[in-house]
Structures are given as structure tokens and as C-alpha cells.
């Protein structure tokens, strides 16, 4: 299966692409990009808060229907709490190695995360690869599911380019599997998950999606899966190539990663 797909060019993770309208129905899709906004702007809200301001926008909708929502979407409050990213019972947990760490050059630090892309028809998982210092995007891929194979095929193509020191994560069930932590340790690459309750951990690729969904995803208001790649694919080149940062010193993510490469 896995040679079929590289002989069409389709990422194999998205070879058993099925609309998420199947899964969700229309009002809850509704709902659940309204979510996804609120969630946004103020990431340390959980279900109660999140609640209270769809109620605000005229949403007749409990707390038991949100919080089932924000699991399906993988969103928690990034606050120390209950609602933490849960790795399977079966996998192990690896220590956070970046407290009071001086991240202090390219390819020292990388690091990654999944977030929910909402679309007209369904819904999609967005996962990046992201080198700590510069900010700058190595890798990114989509797909329908939570499920770890879009996870391994991004962080793959991010090998190509090189590899890091240390390579931090949450405590998802993706970035606990063993496909994903195998491919680390077999290239010598020491394994960082953020702390119980502590997502601020991984505070860069948090900031990351926010950007992203105000400047590209939201205004793209995606009609479907084919819409979305598109889309990202014309971004991130220019978030890389041309989007300047002020934590950069008005440098781009790609002039800061190859000026050390």
C-alpha cells in the first residue's frame, strides 16, 4: 500500500481519506469552527469558558457537547489542569529536557505539534515540524485522523533536510507511539514531551498556529481537503521566505535556519 501511494505521489496518510460530514453532523461542524476560533484567541479556555462565550455568540449548546467537541478536535486549555494531552496507557513517557535550557542555534531544538483545520465540508488535523531557535517550518502534512502516520511522514521529510539535538513534543498519543519515537531513537535524536499540564512547554508552535489560522486558514476558508493543501502550500513558503519576526530581529525563519547551515 505504502509503495502504491509513492508511485501516484498521495500521502499515504491521507489514502483512506474519508469527509468528516460522516462523522459530524452539519450544526456540529458549525459549532465546532466557532470552537475553534474562541479557542484561538483565548487557548487557556477550557469546555466551561469556551460555553460561556457561545452562549455570548447566540449558540444553544451545553458544556458535556463542547467538551466532547474540544476531543475530537484535540483542543485543551493550556493550563495546568486535567485536560492534558493523554499518551496511550501502552506507551512511554519521555522527560521534558528543555527546562532552563539555553536554546542557543539551529537544529538544537526541534519540535512539533498537531492542531485541528476546520473547512466548509469537515475537517482536517494539521501537523508541523518546526526547528525551536529560527521558528522556521521544516515539514508540515494533513490529514482526517489523529491517528500517528501523518506525524511519521512529516517528521521523515524534516530528516531530510538534517536533524536535531533534541526533538520536543506534548504527551499525544502520536508523538508517544512507537512508530514516532523508534524513528527518533534511531537517529540518535534525544526525545523531549512537555510536562503534565504544562503545554506552554512547547510555546513557539502554540504561537505558530495562531498565526497561521488569522493569516491564512481562517481567510481561506477552505471548502475541502484539496482547498487546504493548496492553501498551506502557498503559505508556509512565505512564512519561512518572507514573513519577518520581531523575536528574530526583523529576519525571516529561513535567513536566520541557513545562515547557521
Known amino acids: 500500500m505504502a509503495r502504491e501511494c509513492q508511485l501516484l505521489g498521495l500521502p499515504r496518510s491521507s489514502f483512506y481519506y474519508r469527509p468528516s460530514l460522516d462523522e459530524e453532523n452539519a450544526e456540529n461542524l458549525l459549532v ?11 487557548p487557556f479556555y477550557g469546555s466551561p469558558r469556551v460555553t460561556d462565550e457561545l452562549h455570548e455568540r447566540g ?12 476531543r475530537r478536535m484535540g483542543l485543551q486549555a493550556i493550563v495546568p489542569g486535567p485536560h492534558t494531552s493523554r ?12 527546562r532552563d535550557l539555553e536554546v ?27 526547528d525551536w531557535y529560527s521558528r522556521y517550518v521544516l515539514s508540515w ?44 531513537r534511531s537517529a540518535g535524536i534525544r526525545i523531549s514531551m512537555d510536562g503534565k499540564g504544562r503545554a506552554l512547554d512547547n510555546i513557539f508552535v502554540e504561537r505558530l498556529w495562531r498565526t497561521v489560522k488569522y493569516e491564512e486558514i481562517y481567510p481561506g476558508d477552505y471548502a475541502d481537503g484539496t482547498e487546504a493543501r493548496r492553501g498551506l502550500g502557498l503559505y508556509f513558503p512565505f512564512y519561512n521566505d518572507r514573513r519577518r519576526h520581531q ?10 535556519y541557513f545562515a547557521q547551515n
Not at 517528521?155 to 527518533?184: H, V
Not at 523575536?247 to 536566520?256: D, K, S
Request: overall charge neutral.
Open 32 to 42: 465546532m469552527r466557532q470552537i475553534d476560533r474562541i479557542y484561538t484567541r483565548w
Open 104 to 130: 542557543a542555534e539551529v537544529d538544537q531544538v526541534w519540535c512539533s505539534d498537531v492542531t485541528y483545520i476546520p473547512m466548509n465540508r469537515g475537517f482536517q488535523y494539521l501537523v508541523v515540524v518546526m
Open 59 to 70: 449558540w444553544t449548546v451545553n458544556e458535556k457537547r463542547v467538551a466532547r467537541l474540544m
Open 247 to 256: 523575536a528574530l530581529g526583523r529576519r525571516t525563519p529561513a535567513e536566520v
Open 141 to 184: 502534512e494533513l490529514s482526517n485522523s489523529l491517528e500517528a502516520g501523518f506525524c511519521v511522514t512529516a517528521l521523515e521529510k524534516a530528516l531530510r533536510r538534517g536533524s536535531p539535538g533534541i526533538f520536543n513534543t506534548d504527551q499525544g498519543a502520536q508523538f508517544t507511539s512507537e512508530a514516532f519515537t523508534q524513528r527518533l
Open 87 to 98: 499518551p496511550h496507557p501502552e506507551d512511554r513517557v519521555y522527560p521534558y529536557l528543555l
